[in-house]
Protein backbone atom coordinates (compact mmCIF):
# COMPACT_ATOMS: atom_id res chain seq x y z
CA UNK A 1 0.00 0.00 0.00
CA UNK A 2 1.17 3.46 -0.63
CA UNK A 3 2.31 6.03 1.78
CA UNK A 4 0.06 8.51 1.30
CA UNK A 5 -2.85 6.26 1.58
CA UNK A 6 -1.31 4.57 4.84
CA UNK A 7 -1.26 8.17 5.94
CA UNK A 8 -5.04 8.97 4.36
CA UNK A 9 -6.51 5.75 6.97
CA UNK A 10 -4.86 6.63 10.01
CA UNK A 11 -6.01 9.78 10.34
CA UNK A 12 -9.08 9.31 9.36
CA UNK A 13 -9.31 6.44 11.73
CA UNK A 14 -7.90 8.75 14.62
CA UNK A 15 -10.14 11.29 13.69
CA UNK A 16 -13.13 8.99 13.41
CA UNK A 17 -11.92 7.94 16.98
CA UNK A 18 -11.56 11.46 18.39
CA UNK A 19 -15.05 12.02 17.22
CA UNK A 20 -16.18 8.63 18.39
CA UNK A 21 -15.44 9.76 22.41
CA UNK A 22 -15.70 13.23 22.60
CA UNK A 23 -17.98 14.34 24.90
CA UNK A 24 -19.83 10.83 25.61
CA UNK A 25 -20.62 8.61 28.96
CA UNK A 26 -19.08 5.24 29.58
CA UNK A 27 -22.66 3.86 28.95
CA UNK A 28 -22.80 5.49 25.49
CA UNK A 29 -19.17 3.47 24.42
CA UNK A 30 -18.29 0.07 23.47
CA UNK A 31 -14.89 -0.31 25.60
CA UNK A 32 -14.17 -3.83 23.81
CA UNK A 33 -14.03 -2.13 20.61
CA UNK A 34 -11.90 0.73 21.86
CA UNK A 35 -9.16 -1.73 22.62
CA UNK A 36 -9.69 -2.99 19.11
CA UNK A 37 -9.57 0.25 17.44
CA UNK A 38 -6.67 1.83 19.32
CA UNK A 39 -4.87 -1.67 19.47
CA UNK A 40 -5.75 -0.84 15.14
CA UNK A 41 -4.20 2.19 15.44
CA UNK A 42 -1.27 1.38 17.21
CA UNK A 43 -0.17 -1.25 14.44
CA UNK A 44 -1.26 1.39 11.53
CA UNK A 45 0.87 4.34 13.31
CA UNK A 46 4.20 1.96 13.86
CA UNK A 47 3.76 0.61 9.92
CA UNK A 48 4.58 4.11 8.91
CA UNK A 49 8.02 5.68 8.66
CA UNK A 50 9.60 7.49 11.36
CA UNK A 51 10.14 10.21 9.09
CA UNK A 52 6.56 10.54 8.28
CA UNK A 53 5.35 9.52 11.26
CA UNK A 54 7.47 13.22 12.65
CA UNK A 55 5.72 15.05 9.73
CA UNK A 56 2.42 14.90 11.16
CA UNK A 57 3.38 13.91 14.91
CA UNK A 58 2.34 17.42 16.52
CA UNK A 59 -1.21 16.91 14.55
CA UNK A 60 -1.46 13.19 15.88
CA UNK A 61 -0.79 14.56 19.15
CA UNK A 62 -3.51 17.33 19.46
CA UNK A 63 -6.10 14.49 17.55
CA UNK A 64 -5.51 11.55 19.58
CA UNK A 65 -4.61 13.56 22.86
CA UNK A 66 -8.32 15.30 23.28
CA UNK A 67 -9.01 11.39 22.54
CA UNK A 68 -6.97 10.57 25.76
CA UNK A 69 -8.67 13.73 27.34
CA UNK A 70 -12.25 12.64 26.79
CA UNK A 71 -11.68 9.34 28.11
CA UNK A 72 -9.93 10.03 31.33
CA UNK A 73 -13.09 11.41 32.90
CA UNK A 74 -14.18 7.85 32.15
CA UNK A 75 -11.85 5.05 32.46
CA UNK A 76 -8.45 5.48 34.69
CA UNK A 77 -5.30 6.80 33.11
CA UNK A 78 -3.82 3.21 33.29
CA UNK A 79 -6.58 1.55 31.04
CA UNK A 80 -5.60 -0.45 28.22
CA UNK A 81 -6.79 1.90 25.68
CA UNK A 82 -5.34 4.93 27.18
CA UNK A 83 -1.57 2.91 27.32
CA UNK A 84 -2.36 2.48 23.69
CA UNK A 85 -3.04 6.23 22.83
CA UNK A 86 -0.18 7.45 24.91
CA UNK A 87 2.57 5.18 22.32
CA UNK A 88 1.25 7.40 19.92
CA UNK A 89 1.00 10.44 21.94
CA UNK A 90 5.05 12.07 21.94
CA UNK A 91 4.33 15.99 22.88
CA UNK A 92 2.08 17.25 25.23
CA UNK A 93 -1.83 16.56 25.43
CA UNK A 94 -4.36 19.32 25.16
CA UNK A 95 -5.28 20.70 28.04
CA UNK A 96 -9.30 19.42 27.38
CA UNK A 97 -11.19 17.53 25.01
CA UNK A 98 -11.93 20.63 23.69
CA UNK A 99 -8.84 22.24 23.08
CA UNK A 100 -8.91 23.15 18.95
CA UNK A 101 -6.79 26.17 19.17
CA UNK A 102 -3.72 24.80 17.61
CA UNK A 103 -3.67 26.49 14.02
CA UNK A 104 -4.41 24.11 11.16
CA UNK A 105 -1.95 24.32 8.09
CA UNK A 106 -3.52 23.94 4.67
CA UNK A 107 -0.60 25.24 2.91
CA UNK A 108 -0.01 24.26 -1.16
Known amino acids: MHVHRKIYEF ?49 CDQTLGRAIQSLIPLITREHEVIQKLNLMVKGELPESADDFQKEKWFGK
Open 11 to 59: AASAGAFEGYVYHKKLDDIDIDALKNWAGNLVGAYENLPSDVRNRFQNS
